[in-house]
C-alpha cells in the first residue's frame, strides 16, 4: 500500500571546478566524513519512512543510514554546456526505483559524488521532500559543508517534535477557523454558467 502522499526526492547537483587538484583529490574521503559527521545532527535525515494504517507515513529514527555513490566520468565539467536538465545531468544524481522498493527501505538521504576528467568534481543529492523542504535541505548542505571545511557547525536543525503534540492530540483543535467571504461563493468559469 503505497501512501496517498507523493513520496518524492528533492535533487541537485552541486558543480566543483578543478581549480586546485591538491583540494579535490581527497574530496572523497573528506565528504564521507563530514556527512556522517552531519548526520549525527540530522539524525531524521538517516532514517526510515514507514506506512502507517489509512496511508499515513511516519518518520521512524532507526539510523539506517544514508547512500553515498562514487563514480568516475569520461567527462569535463564543461560537457554539461549550461546545465540544463539531461540524461547527462541526471546520471549525476542516485536514482531511487519508488515502485519496487518498499517505502520504508527508501533511504531518505542520497548522495553521488563524480569525479571528471578534468580534475573536477560534481556533488549529487537526492533528499526526502516528505522530511525536508527547500529552506531545510540548503541548511543541511551549508552545515555540512561547514563540517567538510574544518569549521564548526553552528546552526543547529530544530527539532523538537512535542509541537506536534497538540495535533496528536487534538487535531480539531489545529483546524482553520475563519472562513474568508472572498473566496465565497467559488468564481464561474469562463463559458460555463456553474
Known sequence: MRSTYPI?????????????????????????????????EFYPLAGRLYQKDGGRVELHCNSMGALLFEAQSELKIEDFGDFCPTPQIRALIPPIDYNNTPLH????????????????????????????????GCHFVAEWAKIARG?????????????????????SSIAPKLQYPDFYPLPVLIGQSS
Do not use: M, W
Not at 518524492?8 to 573528506?30: G, Q, R
Not at 527501505?105 to 526526502?128: D, H, M, N, R, Y
Not at 569549521?151 to 487535531?171: A, F, V
Open 151 to 171: 569549521e564548526k557547525s553552528d546552526n543547529q536543525p530544530y527539532l523538537d517534535r512535542t509541537i506536534l503534540q497538540q495535533y496528536e492530540e487534538c487535531p
Open 8 to 40: 518524492t526526492h528533492a535533487n541537485s547537483v552541486h558543480f566543483y571546478k578543478p581549480e586546485s587538484p591538491e583540494l579535490l583529490k581527497d574530496a572523497t574521503e573528506v565528504l564521507k566524513d563530514s556527512l556522517s559527521e552531519a548526520l549525527v
Open 105 to 136: 527501505e527508501v533511504p531518505l538521504l542520497l548522495v553521488q559524488i563524480t569525479k571528471f576528467a578534468c580534475g573536477g568534481v560534481s556533488l549529487g543529492s537526492a533528499v526526502s521532500h516528505v522530511i525536508v523542504d527547500g529552506q531545510s
